[in-house]
Each structure stands twice: as structure tokens, then as C-alpha cells.
């Protein structure tokens, strides 16, 4: 069985792995340096625990501190979900951020709607080919507005 620190350490390897389909640069911070555990996230600040006592508050507190200008990301491995189970971890952020990420997200889903709206219904329907039937569209333009319109209302 793999020692505390060598479980912490994989974790952290196999969080940097998973994160580099968006930050391809991502990498776990050597040991003996302070700070976030993930580097080259920028605008996130990635802590990894892989323990099984539970210390959510005070983990989060180290994410918090370890931050910086970085969004504090707290990453959870529970006992038995190794690898291939990655993306079934938890991955933990203040409530007054995810908030912020909420509202952000409905502001620019908002922002979309208004660019969509703009745009010329007849260049959606020429361009896919579709004609309105008995007043209504089944093109681009009106499929991306209900889209976005479901997305807004939940």
C-alpha cells in the first residue's frame, strides 16, 4: 500500500494530467515549494487532497491562503476512485464564488442571447437551407436562442 505523501503526490500528478486538456502546461508543484499544488493554471489555484479523514473547511482555508489572484479550487481523491475515475472527484470553491461564477455565467449566456437576437434571421435560414414553415423556423439562429433561453431559466 502506497505511503500518505506517495498517494498525495500521484494525486496531484493525475489532477495536473487531467487539467492539461485546458491548461497544457499544467504540473504539480514540486514538494518543498510553498503554494498551490497545481502550477500554469492561470486564474486558478488548485489544491489536492487524497486523505480519508475529511477536513473540508480547513482545506479550503489553505486553498483560500495558497490562491493568490487564482480562483481556490479545492480537488478531493475519495478512497477507491483512482485514475480512470478522475472525473468523478470533487472539486470544491467557496459558496461566494461559485455565486460569482454563477452570475457570471448568466451574464454572458445573457450576452449571447443579445448577439444571437441581433443577427439576421434570413442568414441562418439561406445558409442551412432550412424555409419557414407556417411561420416558424427550425433553423440555426432559433434552435441556439432556445438553447440558450433553457440554459438562462435553470
Not at 500521484?10 to 502546461?25: C, G, K, W
Not at 486558478?44 to 487532497?49: A, F, G, L, Q, T
Not at 483512482?82 to 464564488?97: E, K
Request: with cysteine.
Amino acid at each position: 500500500m502506497p505511503s500518505r505523501k506517495s498517494r498525495g503526490r500521484a494525486s496531484e500528478q493525475i489532477v495536473a494530467d487531467y487539467l492539461r486538456t485546458v491548461f497544457p502546461h499544467a504540473d504539480r508543484r514540486p514538494a518543498s515549494l510553498p503554494g498551490t499544488d497545481i502550477l500554469n493554471t492561470p486564474g486558478w489555484s488548485v489544491e489536492v487532497k487524497a486523505r480519508r479523514g475529511l477536513d473540508l473547511t480547513g482545506w479550503l482555508r489553505q486553498a483560500v491562503k495558497n490562491s493568490g489572484a487564482g480562483v481556490p479550487v479545492l480537488v478531493v481523491r475519495p478512497d477507491g476512485y483512482g485514475p480512470g475515475r478522475v472525473d468523478q472527484w470533487a472539486a470544491i470553491v467557496p459558496l461566494s464564488i461559485m455565486r460569482a461564477l454563477m452570475a457570471e455565467q448568466l451574464l454572458y449566456i445573457g450576452h449571447l442571447c443579445e448577439e444571437v437576437e441581433a443577427l439576421p434571421h434570413e442568414a441562418y435560414c439561406s445558409a442551412t437551407g432550412n424555409a419557414k414553415r407556417s411561420g416558424e423556423c427550425d433553423c440555426l439562429k432559433g434552435r441556439v436562442l432556445a438553447l440558450l433561453k433553457e440554459a438562462s431559466d435553470d
